[in-house]
């Protein structure tokens, strides 16, 4: 029984919102992860489903309607019998049979364009609900690049604490047999500590991106999450399109752009099925109807029950034209508002692609600074690195001061740092292009 408990709580853990907090995930799994539990995405999955119940009724309107009807009574003194139509005077029970159907043969299109409208609002809600896919999938990119930013940044910070280690280790040794200066020992003692705190500031940084790695995916923080590595230098090459290529690809191809192009298109049919409410409505209905009453009766005496139900059938058809004449303008004050809404949703749909380009735009700018941001950094770590190199060749042999030393490690460091943070904020632009153009891998 302990055995079966203790399997239990091992597969609940496991299975627990898809997340086994012991192993490394890649960003594959971390995007499934994300879109199966995230609500915003639940929501425009719902109300896809929605607009697609829509669309099945609109079209179920084209179809005959059919009803039945059972009706059973009792009169009680004077009273009319259903089956002989003439008055009598006594307790009547009574029943009365029907069914009825209609279809309606043509009302200005109306039913039609009430389809087109709907579908085209069932393909909007599709875009959108991949639009909301694509936004949460760029998002757990960015996060997920954050993460692996952040355990460089720790990384070369250790690397800096080491080296600072080994010096002072180097130091400490000298100066027990008196030959530096205790001041020197003072100094890189400081730097250590200095190391220790940007390893300290690291980690947090470290476990912050991985806080909101998991508020994406919807799964319990721990500090246990691992992610498998991304090589990020095969994303460092220069980026070759233009904000006019990525303008025109998305176009055609963003979910958002083509969410409000089925927007308009659904609001326009939507003017023209109002406007088939100023035609006249041609329709055709059918029904037929039996009945009884316990108060029949013919020469024979009373009528029975099954003689009079199959007796007393009777059915009739009928072509109607149902020609609209006054209304008190509610017909053309619907047209307004629907041509409003047509307007409305032009409008929207242009800003959208007005904003969708300037967005392209800025990106695109924010991308090259970054790559001009991130050469540069290279070229300077470059520099500061055969500077350093010089430096320590200088204090270990005594020439050159502690400051010295100090000031070029400390330039180097910085310089590394800046040149993670660049790489990463560069290949994060990146992503923010391939977004727009559905690229995104």
Not at 364 to 369: F, Q, R
């Amino acid at each position: 029984m302990n055995r079966l408990i203790i399997v239990g709580l091992v597969c609940l853990l496991v299975n627990n919102n898809g997340w086994a907090q012991t192993s490394k995930f890649n960003l594959q799994q971390c995007i499934d992860t994300a879109l199966a539990n995230n609500i915003q995405v639940k929501q425009s999955g719902l109300l896809t489903d929605e607009a697609k119940v829509n669309l099945k009724q609109a079209k179920a309107n084209m179809l005959p309607d059919l009803y039945a009807n059972l009706d059973h009574g009792v009169n009680q003194g004077r009273s009319i019998d259903v089956t002989s139509n003439s008055y009598v005077n006594q307790s009547v029970t009574y029943g009365t049979y029907s069914a009825s159907t209609g279809v309606t043969v043509f009302n200005g299109m109306n039913l039609q364009n009430n389809i087109k409208q709907n579908r085209y609002a069932f393909n909007a809600t599709e875009m959108e609900l991949q639009q909301a896919k694509d936004n949460l999938t760029l998002n757990v990119i960015l996060a997920y690049l954050r993460v692996l930013n952040n355990e460089d940044l720790l990384a070369s910070a250790g690397k800096q604490k080491e080296l600072s280690a080994q010096q002072l280790q180097r130091l400490q040794v000298l100066d027990s047999q008196g030959a530096v200066s205790p001041s020197l020992v003072s100094d890189l003692k400081g730097q250590t500590m200095n190391d220790e705190l940007n390893i300290l500031n690291a980690k947090r940084q470290l476990e912050s991106a991985k806080l909101s790695l998991a508020q994406l995916m919807y799964v319990p923080y721990t500090k246990d999450m691992g992610l498998e590595r991304i090589d990020a230098e095969e994303f460092l090459t220069a980026y070759t399109k233009t904000p006019d290529d990525i303008y025109g690809t998305a176009l055609k191809q963003f979910s958002l752009v083509k969410a409000v192009e089925y927007r308009t298109k659904s609001s326009q049919f939507a003017l023209k099925s109002v406007r088939g409410s100023l035609f006249p409505l041609l329709y055709f209905s059918g029904a037929a109807q039996t009945n009884y009453s316990n108060a029949a009766t013919n020469s024979n005496g009373k009528i029975g029950y099954s003689e009079q139900v199959k007796n007393n059938i009777f059915s009739g058809l009928n072509l109607g034209l149902q020609i609209p004449i006054f209304n008190r303008f509610r017909v053309r004050n619907n047209i307004k508002l629907a041509g409003i809404a047509v307007k409305s949703s032009e409008l929207i749909e242009e800003r959208t692609k007005m904003e969708l380009r300037q967005e392209i735009e800025q990106a695109h700018l924010n991308m090259a600074n970054a790559y001009e941001t991130y050469n540069a950094l290279l070229q300077q770590v470059e520099a500061y690195t055969s500077s350093f190199k010089a430096a320590e060749v200088r204090f270990a042999s005594g020439v050159g001061t502690s400051v010295d030393y100090l000031t070029a490690k400390n330039n180097l460091d910085r310089a590394s740092i800046n040149l993670i943070s660049s790489k990463y904020d560069f290949v994060l632009r990146k992503k923010v292009l391939d977004y727009y153009q559905n690229t995104m891998k």
